[in-house]
């Protein structure tokens, strides 16, 4: 009678117990070595002399590691708690689902974007404006513009255009609004 557990782990392990007594019953065969055949022939003038018999070994020769099937896989049983993500508690896991199920809600307006200190627009801020507006904690950016805006010299005829006279202005049109 085989019993089937629903836990991977533990058919894993029948798996590989079945795996282990297939080599061990397998284990008494082996392909013979042979020396390379003597191709028969002899120098000129030389007499075949007998190949140089090697003396018994007087201690048994320092054991290599098996590289079998069996120590390969203890190998990846040794490495699996590095490569698999680290279990998580049941809290844990309702918390981040909670997390990942909060109602939001798509809203539409037109924020300008702040420009921060190194520069570029700050739009998480814009969001966050929009979002406030309609009575939400916070928001996500879904939707920006840009538009430049010039001071009225440009328009005066002949004048040259200068690089402080106009600027890009990016705004917020919609975000993804949560509590």
């Known amino acids: 009678m085989m019993v089937r557990s629903g836990n991977p782990a533990a058919r894993l392990g029948t798996l590989m117990s079945a795996a282990l007594l297939l080599l061990l019953a397998a284990g008494g065969t082996a392909w013979p070595q042979s020396a390379p055949p003597a191709l028969g022939l002899q120098q000129q003038g030389a007499q075949a002399t007998p190949p140089p018999s090697t003396p018994a070994p007087s201690a048994p020769p320092a054991r290599e590691e098996n590289s079998g099937l069996i120590n390969e896989m203890g190998k990846l049983f040794d490495k699996l708690p590095s490569i698999l993500p680290p279990i998580k508690s049941p809290s844990e896991t309702m918390d981040e689902l909670s997390r990942l199920a909060k109602p939001s809600t798509m809203v539409s307006g037109r924020v300008i974007c702040p420009v921060s200190a190194n520069g570029a627009p700050d739009c998480k801020q814009a969001a966050d404006q929009l979002c406030?507006?309609?009575?939400?904690?916070?928001?996500?950016?879904?939707?920006?513009?840009?538009?430049?805006?010039?001071?009225?010299?440009?328009?005066?005829?002949?004048?040259?255009?200068?690089?402080?006279?106009?600027?890009?202005?990016?705004?917020?049109?919609?975000?993804?609004?949560?509590?």
Do not use: H
Request: proline share 4%; aromatic share 4%; hydrophobic share 25%.
């Open 132 to 179: 406030q507006g309609r009575g939400y904690k916070e928001g996500k950016s879904l939707n920006a513009d840009s538009a430049e805006k010039c001071s009225a010299k440009v328009l005066i005829p002949g004048r040259q255009r200068k690089p402080d006279d106009c600027r890009t202005d990016t705004f917020v049109t919609s975000a993804l609004c949560q509590n």
